[in-house]
């Protein structure tokens, strides 16, 4: 049940787990300016981008499952289309399409679509990842490096865990400095804005 094929679909046949009801119950609130408060005392444990979102889609468009997953959904295709453009930069676009296939035949498609923080983390995470990738390679630079520090910033806001992303691309970025015997301070520079929505959870991090 729990096979990717089915979990393209289940957004739209599985009712909400236990999680997916903390969000639902913070996107049913008349206030969006309540969620933070809410958060800060510890009802949910991770950062509010999320929750944001899907109080948005409550009020605009309305409640259930599949509006509550939208945010998800989109991330989970974002981070398949950006492995794909990833892969195909260095290989062929038939590999750039096994990459982004890849996904869907793993636990990620069922659990990165739930109506949590997942899908949109490895959206941005990917998106950062692609970034860095053209910024290195000199294509586009500027979209490249402002899209490294967004990429990282929305992965931060959607779940903590993301500050391993900015580690490992930095850890990346530190390869190639060595390799090219010089360091490229631009790239550095976006990986630390992009962490800079953590310094405003500080207080949402100390419930956490």
């Known amino acids: 049940m729990n096979g990717a094929p089915a979990g393209r679909c289940q957004a739209s046949r599985r009712r909400f787990i236990f999680d997916e009801l903390m969000t639902s119950a913070l996107a049913n609130l008349p206030d969006i300016r309540q969620i933070w408060p809410l958060i800060a ?15 948005i889609l409550r009020h605009a468009i309305g409640e259930g499952e599949v509006v509550s997953r939208l945010p998800a959904v989109a991330g989970f295709w974002l981070m398949c289309l950006c492995l794909y453009a990833f892969v195909r930069r260095r290989s062929t676009p038939a590999y750039g399409f096994i990459a982004l296939l890849l996904p869907l035949f793993t636990f990620t498609a069922w659990h990165s679509t739930l109506s949590r923080g997942y899908g949109l983390m490895l959206g941005a995470s990917a998106l950062a990842l692609l970034a860095w990738q053209l ?22 806001s959607s779940h903590y865990y993301s500050v391993y992303v900015a580690l490992a691309i930095g850890l990346g970025e ?11 301070p631009a790239i550095f520079a976006a990986l630390a804005l992009g962490l800079s929505p953590l310094a405003a959870y500080r207080q949402l991090l100390g419930a956490a």
């Open 41 to 55: 005392r510890g009802m949910e444990l991770n950062p509010p981008l999320t929750f944001w979102l899907a109080w």
């Open 135 to 156: 910024a290195a390679d000199g294509v586009r630079r500027g979209w490249a490096l402002a899209s490294i520090a967004t990429g990282v910033a929305i992965a931060i």
């Open 174 to 184: 530190i390869a190639r400095a060595w390799e090219r015997r010089r360091l490229d």
